[in-house]
């Protein structure tokens, strides 16, 4: 089962050269303040010195510590006549005997990047050391938490270091150790307050106390050590670290641990068991691997999504150009695909959150098109006096007694011209709905990744569709005339001609009636006259006004008022007969006006599809053929990519690689390692 460890190890390898985020290995991350001891618990872990040591922040790069334990006689010791060696990420097919040789380099790797003056750097250094007497596991040593700034460092180290320490252990497939010395009060510390920020109930936080022997004569660690003041899930671990003086006279590490062991069986009996450096060694080993088993389903369903999603972005950036011609014609006829299956609505991807393509011509057709036609109202901008001046002028110099059909005529042409703008605004909605479908179609990686292309294929199409936009326009525009051109008063749906007749009929009815009461008002009018006067009725004498001009003898004449540049002619009460002919006159236009705009709902659209859309799906192919593929230096000017997407189909193709390596690596591992 410890097979399990080098395997995450091998993952961590793979995903360093590309520094993805999304997947997060298992691994145990050390957190701690500076001079709480941490650097020698690890050298302790590892039984060598080979850390640097110093004043102040000596760990300025995070450093991946890979212990692997090797059998003493194995083909490696044999080979490198060694029983502990080291080998570091950035440099290979070399291994270090010598662990000053491996302090050394860690320093000078940590001043190439991170600089001589004590500043930070997040890029890691990977070291794995093998040895006989090592367990088998695997540590993130972090810089030391620091509060105030020292000679060359940056103001905010402080905020730096938090950042860095952070992003380690919001990993929730990360285990925490922190490092507090025992004369300090391990409650307030700054490592275990970062471990509850990211781990408030310390399911993945162990704790390790250090300098057990530093503290005060009378007090002891006995209430920290068995999780009495802090409650800590993976437990409490104390170990004594070597002194300074102890480093400096080169004590060796195995003589400090059995000292160690002395000194816990002494000052703590009943718990030395659970304490101590190799006691430590071993518990992490141990939560290690329950958390690598507990990670390792996640982790595997976590790279074979990513794998897809990387697979097909590869796919979609392409491979490298090669047969431009070949690339030129794949590439026009996807967009001409694309572009038509867009507005028909087979596209391979179709969004659920808002309408596109082909939808949205089809809600300007049925909604916006419709909903504009049916608020405009038959007889809107037409008044009582309108129609009675219409009327008045159809009939010229003869009173007319019906209703003239010119006077409808000229009212219904004025009505219908008002459906010619809605209908071109028709027209210019589509056209601009088939202009973004153009945008949508050409910003895919396919086609994005050749910049010059991109703009040739938006450029090519926006001037085809330029080009039937008149076309439509004036289609449409005909349309309107047509109905302009003739009123069809036979039309089969226009059955309120009939109102014509109906009025006629009416108004003889009228006439008759109204003579007759004429003729018995004057019949009794001549009667009355004979019962009175016994004889002719006297005759009646009109007076005329005298003319200061005339003869006093001559008769009295009226005279004529001015007419005027405008004539009201209706300042009067409209007459029963005038009020009949302008409500005749008033259905006939509505119902007439509701035939055409009914059949202009139906012809535009149908004109549109036929003149514009249609035309443009069927000959899209072939313009864009005949405008970009001439010649095989035009190919080679139209294809060249981007520095940019070339760049990002190498680190999709870098991506890509390392996932099916970490892929094949997971898919080695037994099921008995998990079981």
């Not at 950035?90 to 010598?98: E, G, L, M, R």
């Not at 437990?235 to 102890?246: F, Y």
């Not at 909903?371 to 007319?400: F, M, V």
């Amino acid at each position: 089962m410890e097979a399990l460890i080098p395997t995450i190890n091998k993952l961590q390898d793979v995903f360093q050269t590309v520094g993805v985020g999304d997947v997060q290995l298992p691994m145990i991350v050390v957190i701690g303040s500076q001079s709480s001891g941490k650097s020698s618990v690890l050298e302790g872990i590892v039984g060598r010195d080979f850390l640097p040591r110093g004043t102040g922040i000596v760990t300025r790069r995070p450093l991946i510590l890979q212990l692997i334990q090797v059998e003493e006689n194995s083909e490696q010791c044999r080979s490198t006549g060694a029983t502990a060696w080291g080998e570091f990420g950035h440099i290979k097919n070399k291994v270090f005997t010598d662990f000053a040789e491996i302090r050394a380099e860690i320093e000078g790797e940590t001043d190439r990047l991170a600089g001589g003056n004590k500043a930070i750097c997040t890029d890691p250094i990977t070291l794995r050391v093998f040895a006989t007497d090592v367990f088998t596991l695997t540590l993130v040593d972090l810089p030391g938490l620091t509060k105030i700034p020292v000679g060359d460092q940056p103001e905010d180290i402080e905020d730096q270091i938090g950042e860095l320490v952070l992003s380690h252990i919001s990993n929730p497939n990360s285990m925490i150790l922190t490092v507090t010395a025992a004369n300090t009060d391990i409650a307030t510390t700054e490592a275990i307050k970062f471990a509850k920020q990211v781990d408030p109930d310390g399911a993945r936080t162990l704790a390790v106390v250090t300098k057990l022997d530093l503290m005060d004569k009378g007090t002891d660690a006995h209430d920290v050590l068995t999780n009495q003041v802090i409650d800590v899930r993976l437990g409490i671990v104390g170990v004594i670290n070597r002194s300074q003086a102890d480093i400096n006279v080169g004590k060796p590490i195995h003589e400090a641990i059995k000292d160690e062991t002395q000194f816990l069986q002494k000052k703590y009996p009943a718990i030395a068991h659970r304490h101590g450096t190799r006691n430590l060694g071993k518990r992490l080993q141990q939560l290690l691997l329950e958390h690598i088993k507990k990670c390792l389903p996640d982790l595997r369903m976590r790279i074979n999504v990513l794998l897809c999603q990387y697979q097909d972005l590869v796919g979609c950036y392409g491979q490298q150009v090669d047969d431009h011609p070949k690339i030129l014609l794949q590439t026009i006829s996807k967009f001409a695909s694309d572009y038509c299956s867009t507005i028909e609505g087979t596209a391979h991807s179709i969004l659920t959150s808002e309408l596109c393509g082909g939808s949205r011509i089809c809600f300007i057709f049925h909604e916006v098109f419709t909903n504009t036609l049916l608020t405009l109202s038959a007889l809107d901008g037409l008044t009582q006096l309108d129609i009675l001046t219409a009327i008045r002028n159809a009939t010229g110099t003869r009173p007319a007694l019906f209703v003239p059909e010119v006077a409808f005529e000229l009212l219904a042409k004025k009505q219908i011209e008002r459906l010619l703008s809605p209908s071109l605004q028709c027209v210019n909605l589509v056209h601009e709905e088939l202009l973004k479908i153009i945008h949508t179609c050409a910003n895919v990686p396919e086609i994005s990744r050749f910049p010059k292309l991109q703009e040739s294929i938006s450029e090519t199409v926006t001037n085809l569709l330029k080009s039937r936009l008149p076309v439509t326009n004036d289609m449409v525009t005909n349309l309107v005339h047509i109905e302009l051109a003739y009123i069809n008063t036979r039309h089969p749906d226009f059955s309120d001609f009939c109102l014509v007749d109906k009025l006629l009929v009416n108004r003889i009815e009228h006439m008759n009636s109204r003579s007759k009461k004429s003729y018995d008002e004057l019949s009794m009018s001549h009667s009355r006259a004979s019962s009175t006067g016994g004889g002719e009725a006297p005759k009646q004498t009109v007076p005329v006004p005298a003319s200061p001009s005339a003869n006093p003898l001559h008769a009295q004449v009226n005279l004529l008022p001015q007419v005027g540049s405008t004539i009201n002619m209706f300042g009067r009460e409209q007459t029963d007969r005038e009020l009949m002919e302008v409500n005749v006159i008033r259905k006939l236009i509505e119902s007439y006006f509701n035939i055409i705009r009914k059949g202009i709902q139906d012809s535009v659209p149908k004109s549109i599809m036929h003149f514009l859309v249609n035309y443009t799906c069927s000959s899209l192919y072939s313009e864009l053929v005949q405008k970009l593929y001439k010649n095989s230096d035009d190919c080679k000017t139209v294809l060249q990519e981007s520095v940019d997407i070339a760049n990002r189909r190498t680190e999709a193709s870098q991506m890509l690689a390392c996932l099916q390596e970490a892929n094949h690596i997971i898919g080695e591992i037994r099921e008995t390692y998990i079981n």
